[in-house]
């Protein structure tokens, strides 16, 4: 059995928790290509004009989405204890299904706000649409949870995005944890986990980190940050001239602990990741400047955006807003990028004279 998986929204966080549960199942999911023109645009003629464009590019996916004998699309409602997703994936698949009349969707409710059992029992709901027993379904549950830690064990460790999506992709042989070396050579690639000073750098070769970069906390919806064709190749740009850390670089922890210094929780999940580790960079004087990279029309991003600008106002962090729709230019992305990255020069330059928001002008007035 082949079911099609679209490579877009949840696919950056939670495709190795359903590509362990349904190779355990012995059923193979099978992704959609990488972004291009041709899926932008079928997404874009497709889609609703009040979605935003992860969702418009979702409809492109699931329209490129060919040879499978139906189309996995789950209804993501909580993930985490307390927390809920953004509204327009709490609406999928209901408001795609127009996109892909002809096509079978499978889907299923996911709700860890009610707990592990209740997942359990939305999944044991499901076996009588695939075909599998109740005792195979909860092997592959157990085998979709260690597929998902071993996923954030990676990038704790520093695989990079890519490199961990790959990993899970070839869906070769099933993963052993205990056997999976997190520390070892990466010949395929020729990269190790970089750590310089505590930190964990999300970027290439080992090499870069020993040249003087400014360090660049990059934070956002992880479906747009690693979505390279939508973003311009940004963090790729970034890297070549910076050391790039990302909102997966922050454990849990730290990012609870930013929370408890709101009056209220941030109850969307995403908002919730960003704000915090978003927060968490801000604090620390290892990091030169901050990119939020949002969305146009995103409701959450409109919250969490302002919220991150004051505290970098307050610790005179250098922020910049990047918003992304479909009509976004790249030379205007360019430049903003080279500009935000020659103001961090200057400002290392004339550190004590020249302030991210304009007290002063520059290094010779002393008026703001």
């Known amino acids: 059995m082949r079911l099609g998986f679209p490579r877009?929204?949840?696919?950056?966080?939670?495709?190795?928790?359903?590509?362990?549960?349904?190779?355990?199942?012995?059923?193979?999911?099978v992704t959609s290509p990488s972004t291009n023109r041709e899926i932008m645009e079928m997404g874009l003629?497709?889609?609703?004009?009040?979605?935003?464009?992860?969702?418009?590019?979702?409809?492109?996916?699931?329209?490129?989405?060919?040879?499978?004998?139906?189309i996995f699309l789950p209804r993501l409602v909580s993930m985490e204890e307390n927390t809920y997703l953004c509204p327009k994936i709490l609406g999928l698949p209901e408001s795609v299904l127009y996109a892909i009349p002809e096509q079978e969707i499978y889907t299923l409710d996911v709700n860890w706000r009610e707990g592990?059992?209740?997942?359990?029992?939305?999944?044991?709901?499901?076996?009588?649409?695939?075909?599998?027993?109740?005792?195979?379904?909860?092997?592959?549950?157990?085998?979709a949870q260690r597929w998902q830690k071993a996923y954030r064990r990676m990038r704790n460790a520093g695989w990079s995005f890519e490199e961990s999506m790959e990993c899970f992709e070839t869906l070769a042989e099933p993963l052993k944890l205990k056997d999976l070396g997190f520390s070892r050579e990466r010949s395929h690639r020729q990269k190790t986990a970089d750590f310089e000073d505590g930190?964990?750098?999300?970027?290439?070769?080992?090499?870069?980190?020993?040249?003087?970069?400014p360090r660049?906390?990059?934070?956002?919806?992880?479906?747009?940050?690693?979505?390279?064709?939508?973003?311009?190749?940004?963090?790729?740009?970034?890297?070549?001239?910076?050391?790039?850390?990302v909102v997966e670089n922050v454990e849990a922890?730290?990012?609870?602990?930013?929370?408890?210094?709101?009056?209220?929780?941030?109850?969307?999940?995403?908002?919730?990741?960003?704000?915090?580790?978003?927060?968490?960079?801000?604090?620390?004087?290892?990091?030169?400047?901050?990119?939020?990279?949002?969305?146009?029309?995103?409701?959450?991003?409109?919250?969490?955006?302002?919220?991150?600008?004051?505290?970098?106002?307050?610790?005179?962090?250098?922020?910049?807003?990047?918003?992304?729709?479909?009509?976004?230019?790249?030379?205007?992305?360019?430049?903003?990028?080279?500009?935000?990255?020659?103001?961090?020069?200057?400002?290392d330059d004339y550190e004590s004279n020249l302030s991210s928001y304009g007290e002063h002008m520059d290094r010779h007035s002393s008026f703001t």
């Open 116 to 143: 592990k059992r209740e997942v359990l029992k939305s999944l044991l709901a499901f076996r009588t649409r695939i075909g599998r027993t109740k005792s195979q379904i909860r092997e592959g549950f157990a085998e």
């Open 8 to 29: 877009a929204l949840m696919y950056y966080e939670y495709y190795p928790f359903w590509a362990g549960f349904f190779y355990k199942l012995g059923i193979e999911l």
């Open 253 to 347: 922890t730290p990012i609870e602990l930013q929370q408890s210094h709101l009056q209220k929780k941030i109850f969307w999940s995403h908002a919730k990741k960003i704000y915090g580790a978003g927060s968490y960079y801000v604090e620390d004087p290892e990091i030169d400047g901050l990119i939020y990279l949002s969305c146009f029309g995103c409701g959450t991003d409109s919250m969490t955006n302002d919220l991150l600008a004051r505290r970098a106002r307050q610790n005179q962090k250098p922020y910049l807003v990047l918003t992304l729709d479909e009509h976004t230019g790249e030379a205007g992305l360019v430049t903003r990028i080279e500009a935000f990255l020659d103001m961090l020069e200057r400002r």
């Open 216 to 245: 660049i906390a990059l934070v956002g919806h992880s479906y747009l940050t690693y979505e390279s064709y939508a973003n311009m190749n940004l963090v790729q740009r970034l890297r070549e001239k910076a050391q790039v850390l």
């Open 199 to 213: 930190w964990l750098l999300d970027q290439g070769d080992i090499t870069d980190s020993l040249e003087k970069k």
């Open 45 to 70: 003629k497709k889609a609703a004009d009040e979605t935003c464009l992860p969702v418009k590019i979702l409809v492109g996916h699931l329209m490129a989405l060919r040879d499978v004998e139906g």
